[in-house]
């Protein structure tokens, strides 16, 4: 999936740092010789790496890698770039929805012209499920905007004055909120999540922001729960399946907004220096930025 200009970055910062670096696997003579790989999505034949250390997946989340062989650690990239592209994607879908946005630009196209009701910020209470590096600060952003805003997470613990619910409270969470936001990695926990049962649980007329992962949504849930108006609309950048088919009902669905996947596209150079970081760590003996707990999944 990389580009030449990506390979060009990464060859320079490398060069800098006085590292070895091999681009694509054609290219790779002596497989032995390769301790730290950098992919998207590691090779099938991975076991002929025999002295790989750690796979560092060049994303923010490491859904698409696949059991490592024992003894390699996996780490996911760590960039303040990625944070704040969807910190910006989510703070504006939740803008566009709490001001009806999703409404008037299927007006606009229709040549509509009829207001709607605006709420005032604490009339809408968001709640970001994942409350860790991107979650939290989309949740501070919010709330700085006057919102009122809970979180949920694995843990529950609070987080910066924002009440935040556990797995097992799951229910008063999603009862106390009309506009929810998905940042969860996608884990076997996370896998289906949004369901019928699930929607239920949100009050009549709820909106939906979702840049989690697609397969934590069920797109047939989500259109009876459009068409039921418990949920009113949805800006999804992720989708179930994704690429979303041409002919799939929900891009011409008005209530729903859908952006392919970009809320956040690692940036080159944030994305070398992950892995000179880890490189570092690993040679050093510190614990690798961005490690991956393999009993959590993220
Ligand atoms: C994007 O979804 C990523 O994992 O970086």
């Given at each position: 999936m990389s580009t030449q200009e990506r390979a060009e970055v990464w060859q320079k910062l490398f060069a800098d740092a006085d590292e070895e670096i091999v681009i694509g696997e054609a290219?790779?003579?002596?497989?032995?010789?390769?301790?730290?790989?950098?992919?998207?999505?590691?090779?099938?034949?991975?076991?002929?790496?025999?002295?790989?250390?750690?796979?560092?997946?060049?994303?923010?989340?490491?859904?698409?890698?696949?059991?490592?062989?024992?003894?390699?650690?996996?780490?996911?990239?760590?960039?303040?770039?990625?944070?704040?592209?969807?910190?910006?994607?989510?703070?504006?879908?939740?803008?566009?929805?709490?001001?009806?946005?999703?409404?008037?630009?299927?007006?606009?196209?229709?040549?509509?012209?009829?207001?709607?009701?605006?709420?005032?910020?604490?009339?809408?209470?968001?709640?970001?499920?994942?409350m860790g590096r991107v979650g939290l600060p989309v949740a501070r952003c919010l709330k700085n905007m006057g919102f009122h805003v809970s979180g949920f997470s694995r843990s529950g613990r609070p987080n910066d004055g924002i009440t935040t619910y556990g797995a097992r409270d799951m229910d008063v969470f999603l009862a106390d909120t009309n506009l929810l936001i998905c940042l969860l990695p996608l884990t076997d926990d996370t896998r289906g999540l949004m369901s019928d049962a699930f929607f239920n649980k949100l009050p009549m007329g709820s909106r939906l922001v979702h840049a989690g992962r697609g397969a934590q949504i069920d797109m047939t849930a989500l259109r009876s729960a459009l068409d039921?108006?418990?949920?009113?609309?949805?800006?999804?950048?992720?989708?179930?399946?994704?690429?979303?088919?041409?002919?799939?009902?929900?891009?011409?669905?008005?209530?729903?907004?859908?952006?392919?996947?970009?809320?956040?596209v690692t940036d080159y150079e944030d994305g070398a220096r992950h892995v000179l970081e880890v490189i570092d760590a690993d040679r050093n003996g510190r614990i690798i930025p961005g490690l991956v707990d393999s009993t959590l999944g993220y």
């Open positions: 290219a790779v003579v002596d497989h032995d010789a390769i301790t730290h790989l950098a992919c998207w999505k590691p090779p099938a034949d991975i076991g002929r790496y025999r002295n790989l250390r750690v796979v560092i997946s060049v994303g923010a989340g490491v859904d698409q890698v696949p059991p490592l062989p024992e003894g390699v650690n996996l780490s996911r990239t760590l960039s303040p770039r990625i944070d704040q592209m969807v910190c910006e994607w989510v703070v504006m879908s939740a803008l566009m929805l709490h001001r009806n946005m999703v409404t008037y630009i299927d007006q606009a196209s229709r040549g509509i012209w009829k207001p709607h009701a605006n709420l005032m910020t604490r009339e809408t209470r968001i709640g970001v499920m994942g039921q108006g418990r949920i009113e609309s949805a800006m999804l950048d992720v989708t179930n399946p994704e690429p979303l088919p041409e002919n799939h009902w929900a891009w011409a669905d008005p209530r729903i907004i859908i952006t392919p996947h970009i809320a956040s």
